[in-house]
């Protein structure tokens, strides 16, 4: 069975906010009964699964209509915005990879269950100022290495990654159908696109920048006309990001004077929901951390990158926004995650303030 043919039936118990009633919702639950067996991916997972599992931690004020039995919301968005902000030190590998395997269903999912969004652009950021030119210990000294321009978009902060591998080879290209510094994820191309972007490598810094690299992104002068995200959001678009980390951004890190992100929490928060102008209910803020005792199955970060490191500035990061939802990055596979993320990009669009 195709991921497509099997959307219909088994997103039903992830969405809290849709076209259909009640009585359609009900039907169709009946109908899905024999045709989940046996199915894998993200699309296994329902609500009821998720409430169990210590991986996941939504937003403690999300609403679900299900629960009041007040009817669905109808949406307010037709456009999204996705940044993905993807750790790329030396532990990251297989989270990269179980990350590019899940998001092109993810976006499949609300292509055929969002009916109101016309237009998705997803951007790929890392960590690292300098990604794939190794792995440093002065990650804020300038270029550390000869023959490349480090004043062009491959290695500024916050700019789109359109090679593979970071910018290991700065002639190769991802070749994105949009010819821009994002995709566009209707595109039959996407999954590929995607695949391409998101595996940066795990060649980074080992001090990771990743809410630094999130605000750049989605500064305007990023996405000013001739900038590197030129034109990427937009202010009639949901803004959604998702955090993917095995350890904290840590600005009190060697070395001197600072080694991660400047800044603290609230100040990420204020900057962020100023890039949307000062509308906090038009983001989704996801996030995939570590570590123990966060989640029952991450244990600390051990120098064979497993496990990962506790991550409370990110957590509370995430945690200020309205519409959220935090899993664990030590997880076997995203699936749940996933799962979760699509009841949180739909409870945005319905919150979504045009």
């Known amino acids: 069975m195709t991921t497509s043919s099997r959307l219909p039936t088994l997103l039903l118990a992830v969405l809290v906010a849709g076209a259909c009633s009640n009585e359609e919702m009900s039907k169709a639950d009946e109908g899905a009964t024999d045709d989940t067996g046996g199915n894998e991916g ?8 998720n409430e169990d599992d210590d991986s996941l931690d939504d937003s403690e004020g999300s609403s679900d209509s299900s629960s009041t039995g007040e009817p669905p919301q109808p949406f307010n968005c037709d456009k999204l915005d996705f940044v993905f902000v993807i750790d790329n030190s030396s532990s990251m590998a297989d989270e990269q990879q179980f990350l590019s395997d899940a998001v092109p269903g993810f976006i ?11 237009s998705y652009r997803v951007g790929v950021v890392d960590s690292d100022s300098y990604p794939a030119l190794g792995a440093g210990d002065t990650p804020l000294e300038g270029c550390p290495a000869e023959g490349v321009d480090c004043a062009s978009c491959d290695y500024q902060l916050g700019a789109f990654l359109t090679k593979p591998n970071s910018a290991l080879d700065p002639a190769a290209s991802c070749a994105f159908t ?3 510094a994002f995709m566009d994820g209707e595109s039959t191309a996407f999954a590929d696109e995607f695949t391409c972007a998101a595996l ?5 810094n080992p001090i990771e920048q990743q809410a630094a690299a999130l605000l750049a992104a989605v500064d305007p ?3 000013a006309e001739g900038a590197c995200n030129a034109g990427f959001v937009r202010d009639d678009a949901l803004l959604v990001f998702l955090l993917i980390t095995d350890e904290e951004d840590d600005h009190k890190d060697p070395p001197d004077p ?8 609230a100040e990420w928060y204020a900057s962020i929901v100023a890039a949307k102008n000062d509308k906090p209910s038009n983001i989704v803020a996801l996030g995939l951390i570590g570590g123990s005792p ?16 506790q991550s409370t500035r990110l957590d509370n990061f995430l945690g200020m926004f309205e519409t959220n939802a935090v899993g664990s990055v030590c997880t076997e596979g995203y699936d749940g995650f996933f799962s979760a993320a699509l009841e949180k990009v739909a409870e945005g669009c319905t919150n979504f303030i045009p």
């Open 178 to 180: 949009t010819q821009s």
């Open 221 to 223: 002068a990023m996405n």
């Open 42 to 49: 993200i699309f296994t997972v329902s609500n009821a699964d």
């Open 294 to 309: 966060r989640f029952a199955d991450c244990t600390a970060l051990s120098a064979d990158g497993k496990g990962a490191e």
């Open 258 to 265: 600072q080694g991660g992100s400047l800044g603290e929490p």
């Open 108 to 118: 499949e999912a609300m292509n055929t269950e969002f009916p109101t969004i016309q």
């Open 200 to 204: 940066v490598g795990t060649q980074g």
